[in-house]
């Protein structure tokens, strides 16, 4: 088989894996634009598309909240996991602390633990604390449970800068702080880029720690919206899947936009030289 045949192949591979993988989220925006009438039709396009479910949603005057407490969450714990993970990283791979490698290990351990083993103990210790229905419930533990896999990020790509550059810079009476900000962060850049993409579509997506902090209506997230919703349009799943799709834009446009630097970020976290 000649090399252009087996890329051919490849190709349609490819994609009808696309293909295959997007039928869900068509079907999803599908039915959101569906009639109560045409909701459960077994087809794949409606033949009446509406915009009325989203006018409904939008108009219900909570999901306005639940979109303004993800946003408030997001943010926040991308902000923290940031901080800690520069550093965190800049402690280790360029300060040399000592016991640093074993610092690394330690926070990097925490990426075996499945969340279904934390979500009692942090349930427990955010209520003794009286965090729950707090953003800062939600941000901790979004940005704990976000560091190890941000460190690995940030890790790697400041132990990739050139110790000269350093040097040259406390030579001149730079101090540490100095070092950090004005040289390592602006160098590390598309790794940080990869982190905040992460953290955030980790921390809007989330639900289960959201689901037992989050009791009171209007601390709730967006992705707690179709429970609430439940109730009043169990027989209408056009407006539910309004509100899934409304769930899934927000990150779909930030990919869409940031898909450049985030595919950059990880092609220089993973190529050294």
């Known amino acids: ?7 051919r192949i490849a190709l349609m591979i490819l ?15 599908d039915i959101s634009f569906r009639t109560p009438a045409d909701s459960f039709d077994p087809v794949l ?38 901080f800690a993970a520069v550093t965190l990283s800049f402690a280790i791979a360029r300060l040399k602390i000592r016991f640093g490698r074993a610092i690394l290990l330690l926070v990097l351990s925490a990426l075996l633990l499945p969340l279904a083993s934390l979500l009692i103990p942090i349930t427990v210790l955010l209520k003794n ?29 400041m132990a990739a800068i050139p110790d000269e550059l350093e040097e040259a810079a406390t030579l001149d009476g730079a101090s540490s702080l100095t ?31 959201a689901l037992v902090i989050m009791t009171r209506n209007a601390m709730k997230t967006l992705p707690l919206a179709p ?17 899934l799709t409304l769930i899934a834009v927000v990150p779909m446009i ?20």
């Not at 989203?54 to 408030?72: E, T």
């Not at 009286?130 to 940005?143: D, E, H, K, R, W």
């Not at 609430?228 to 509100?243: E, H, N, R, V, W």
Request: proline share 6%.
């Open 254 to 273: 930030l990919y869409a936009c940031l898909q450049r630097w985030f595919v950059g970020g990880l092609m220089a976290g993973g190529v050294k030289g």
């Open 179 to 209: 070092v950090l900000w004005r040289i390592v962060v602006p160098l590390i850049r598309p790794a940080l880029i990869v982190v905040a993409i992460w953290e955030f579509l980790f921390a809007w997506n989330e639900f289960f720690l």
């Open 15 to 29: 994609i009808a894996a696309t293909a295959l993988s997007l039928v869900p989220t068509i079907y999803m925006v």
């Open 45 to 82: 396009i409606a033949a009446r598309p509406t915009l009325a479910n989203y006018v409904v949603v939008l108009h219900s005057g909570h999901l306005g909240r639940f979109f303004a407490n993800s946003v408030a969450i997001a943010a926040g714990s991308v902000a923290l996991t940031l």
């Open 129 to 157: 604390l009286g965090l729950t229905n707090s953003y800062f419930g939600l941000i901790g533990p979004n940005a704990a449970l976000g560091i190890p896999f941000a460190t690995v990020i940030v890790n790697e790509a």
């Open 227 to 243: 429970l609430y919703y439940q109730g009043p349009y169990m027989t209408d799943p056009g407006k539910l899947f309004a509100i």
């Open 1 to 7: 088989m000649t090399p252009r045949a087996m890329q």
